[in-house]
């Protein structure tokens, strides 16, 4: 689920936060990272089982309306299309979601309003109006609508975004990976698909996991000879005048052409400019771009760059 850039932001903010605080506690900070991880795995989980609620809200709609002291023709025999949605039922009753909900506390049961309100723009919807009204009824239709749902109502909802962030600090950058990776999981569903259907894990390999720590450690070990190397190529700028996300960018960069073998060097360069683009203005990222180019120069002329099979320095 997560990528290598991805991975690269949470390093590069927690290495931001931890140089401008006053710990040198370095295992506080790999025990951030590890959490930092967790909870974007966390938020995935969290918009899985906002479907869950959603069709279980539904539901309970049904059920009031079959209870209500006068109840109308459409009470009494309502269209259950969305409460039957083979995909949400899966979801429903997917076993891995069952335990998060047994096991770890779930923030939509502290806020039903906002679960309500979100139901009511869906079922106001043309989208669902025009799924409800269609007779027929496949696994691929039922799979499609929950998608189309999930990108319309769900990934780019501001309120939601603003609700879990007051949860946990470590979503506000999650948000759009995390929204692409529960697209990917709705439309991995197939009809034989059944409870023991797995969640996407957090990292795609091990070699990702141990990536980020590594690259965590190895550039807070080397952060001051990283910083000069930064100074010496970029000796018309005084030093005060490279902001600190600048330099840490950098030292990032750096840090990942001289210890990563299998890590192209073109790799490397255009993910930190990525990053720069995001974390750093224009002119940085111009900047940075420079500085980096030339400290690959000097590092082929010193043999520091070593590369190995797919990484080569070229």
Do not use: C
């Not at 931890?18 to 918009?47: G, V």
């Not at 309003?113 to 409800?132: C, G, V």
């Not at 600048?246 to 990942?256: K, R, T, Y």
């Not at 790799?267 to 400290?295: A, C, H, M, P, R």
């Amino acid at each position: 689920m997560l990528n290598r850039r991805h991975i690269r932001i949470k390093v590069l903010q927690l290495l931001y936060a931890f140089f401008h605080s006053e710990s040198d506690d370095i295992m506080k900070l790999e025990r951030e990272l590890e959490k930092s991880f967790k909870k974007t795995h966390d938020l995935y989980i969290h918009l899985l089982l906002l479907l869950v609620n959603l069709r279980s809200l539904a539901e309970h709609k049904i059920e009031m309306g079959k209870n209500k002291l006068l109840p109308s023709r459409e009470d009494l025999d309502p269209n259950t299309k969305f409460i039957d949605n083979q995909v949400l039922n899966l979801l429903s009753q997917n076993l891995f979601l069952l335990e998060k909900i047994e096991s770890e506390p779930i923030y939509w049961d502290e806020n039903p309003e906002i679960q309500s309100k979100l139901l009511r723009q869906i079922q106001d919807s043309d989208l669902y109006i025009d799924y409800m009204a269609n007779s027929q009824s496949s696994f691929i239709d039922d799979r499609k609508f929950i998608s189309a749902l999930f990108a319309e109502f769900i990934a780019p909802n501001e309120d939601l975004h603003a609700y879990l962030q007051e949860k946990s600090i470590y979503w506000s950058d999650d948000f759009i990976s995390v929204n692409l990776a529960v697209v990917k999981t709705l439309k991995s569903f197939k009809a034989d698909s059944d409870e023991y259907t797995r969640m996407l894990p957090l990292f795609k390999s091990e070699d990702d996991k141990q990536y980020a720590f590594d690259l965590l450690k190895r550039t807070l070990a080397n952060s001051s000879d990283y910083k000069k190397y930064v100074v010496e190529t970029a000796s018309n700028w005084e030093e005060d005048r490279i902001s600190d996300m600048d330099q840490l960018i950098m030292q990032m960069a750096i840090s990942e052409l001289l210890n990563f073998e299998t890590i192209p060097v073109k790799v490397t360069l255009n993910e930190y400019i990525e990053v720069s683009k995001d974390y750093s203005s224009q002119k940085s990222k111009v900047f940075i771009n420079g500085v980096i180019d030339k400290l690959v120069i000097r590092f082929k002329k010193e043999g520091k760059l070593k590369k190995i099979g797919r990484g080569l320095v070229e």
